[in-house]
């Protein structure tokens, strides 16, 4: 899968948040976003979701130009969200969350279901408790297997080691780099360390601007670290 996004701006009212914005993801690669609190990475992330529409510019799956389609319609064709607060059905149960994603893209009881559902065995051990009922890290879990039921191509993730207990993001890291390779990943990420784990490539957003992008062995942790102190 081919991603690229093509000189993005994003305004809030006249507030300009997004300043021609480009990024490419190779397939299979992670691609982390790093920038300060309100340097515009979850504007981002809703650009490429089609939660909210850019005021220019371009964003591009396999060479189409799927700018003017709806988050259902990024979805069918693979490209899967994990907001940052995770949004998962609290009052619904683990195998509830999971089974109303994998009906909705038609990936109920098939292989994708059963893997996600695997990747994570907390799910299984939580199945029939309420999704509000777990810890937040085990939330985050759920939210990316259920991301992952759809199948996707791409999937983004906001912050997902934010407020998470330091095992449960080590089960986190471990999952998306086995996942890379199949699938391409988009990720906003605070928390350097993880970034640096998990990345192939990084792009530092400041102010709404691209200010640096390069390969992760290319970038020292030092310099890194630079961009995303608060
Ligand atoms: N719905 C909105 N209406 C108006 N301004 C907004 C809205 N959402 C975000 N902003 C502003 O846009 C800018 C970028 O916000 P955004 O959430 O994209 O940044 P961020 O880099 O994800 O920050 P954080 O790390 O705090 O989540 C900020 O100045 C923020 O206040």
């Not at 991603?3 to 006249?14: K, N, P, T, W």
Request: glycine share 10%; proline share 4%; hydrophobic share 45%.
């Amino acid at each position: 899968m081919q991603f690229r996004i093509e000189a993005l701006d994003q305004h809030y009212g006249s507030s300009q948040v997004l300043r021609q914005v480009g990024l490419e993801i190779a397939p299979g690669e992670c691609l982390a976003v790093l920038g300060r609190n309100g340097a515009g990475k979850t504007t981002l992330l809703k650009c490429v979701m089609g939660l909210i529409a850019p005021s220019a510019g371009r964003v591009l799956l396999d060479g189409a130009d799927i700018t003017g389609w709806s988050p259902n319609r990024r979805s069918r064709a693979g490209i899967a969200y994990v907001p940052q607060g995770r949004e998962i059905f609290s009052e619904l149960t683990v195998g509830e969350n999971i089974e109303a994603a994998a009906r909705a893209h038609g990936t109920y009881g098939t292989a994708a279901m059963e893997e996600a559902v695997s990747l994570f065995p907390v799910l299984a051990e939580m199945w029939k408790r309420p999704g509000g009922a777990l810890s937040g890290g085990q939330q985050q879990q759920l939210a990316i297997a259920r991301a992952l039921v759809t199948r996707p191509r791409l999937l983004i993730l906001d912050e997902p080691t934010e407020g998470i207990q330091p095992n449960i993001v080590a089960a986190i890291g471990e999952v998306l780099r086995a996942l890379k390779g199949r699938l391409s990943i988009l990720l906003v990420e605070q928390y350097l360390d993880f970034a640096i784990e998990t990345a192939d490539a990084f792009l530092i957003l400041s102010r709404g601007a691209v200010v640096e992008s390069g390969r992760a062995e290319a970038m020292s942790r030092a310099h890194l670290t630079r961009f995303i102190a608060v």
